[in-house]
């Protein structure tokens, strides 16, 4: 199988990536920098995915692919009123547009060569009423997107599915306040956040071993932090 993972060079793209190649895929990651990357055997991508970007384009060059896992997202954690216009439309571009464009082209080819499974990795922001709120905004938008998709490719075999994390372990960490991390942890089942490996072992169980009816389903991966 071919693998398409952005946002892959680091936290949960990067072990995503790693547990994919571990499993026999053929893996494509997309990353702005490689420079810490270190899993061999895999076509890493050079694309800095907040700048304009043509799914149509970039798949004619690197081909089609049996699994797509749209990973990349940006958190400004700013106040709604201290929100910019720049800030604004960056965020909704790599939350929102980029992984549903992507989503929508990866899913058609999909559909014409005999189905696929799309993982989109959203966030317990999209439920909770998060401070920054364009990245609340958009990650509930990817959700409803994903259902959509799922919906319209279902009978073509395209499988599509949301992993809705709460705090994990990675780089993003920096930019949530301590105490909010400390409220975060004390709100979960097992105190502490989740790792960016348990994350990925998720969005590859979707991706690989999940029920084709598990499909316009949001898993969340929480410890209980948020409860529906």
């Not at 084709?212 to 969340?220: K, N, R």
Request: proline letters at 4%; one cysteine or more; glycine letters at 6%.
């Amino acid at each position: 199988m071919r693998a398409l993972v952005t946002g892959a060079s680091r936290g949960i793209g990067y072990e995503t990536v790693k547990i994919l190649k571990e499993k026999g895929c053929r893996v494509t990651a997309v990353a702005r920098d490689f420079s810490k990357f270190d899993i061999a055997g895999v076509e890493t991508v050079s694309e800095d995915l907040s700048k304009p970007f043509d799914p149509a384009v970039f798949l004619d060059k690197h081909g089609n692919f049996d699994l797509l896992v749209n990973n990349a997202a940006l958190m400004n954690q700013l106040d709604f009123t201290t929100y910019n216009v720049e800030k604004r439309n960056e965020i909704i571009n790599l939350n929102l547009i980029v992984p549903v464009e992507l989503m929508g082209e990866c899913s058609r080819r999909m559909a014409m060569s005999g189905g696929g499974r799309i993982v989109n990795v959203a966030s317990i922001a999209a439920y909770v009423g998060h401070p920054d709120i364009w990245y609340g905004a958009t990650k509930a938008a990817l959700i409803n997107a994903s259902k959509t998709v799922a919906k319209q490719m279902g009978l073509s075999n395209v499988i599509v599915n949301c992993l809705a994390p709460g705090p994990v372990e990675t780089d993003m960490l920096a930019v949530i306040p301590e105490t909010r991390q400390q409220a975060f942890r004390e709100a979960s089942c097992n105190k502490r956040f989740a790792t960016a490996k348990e994350t990925a072992e998720v969005i590859c169980w979707l991706c690989l071993e999940a029920p084709s009816h598990i499909t316009a389903s949001t898993i969340d991966v929480c410890a209980g932090t948020y409860t529906r």
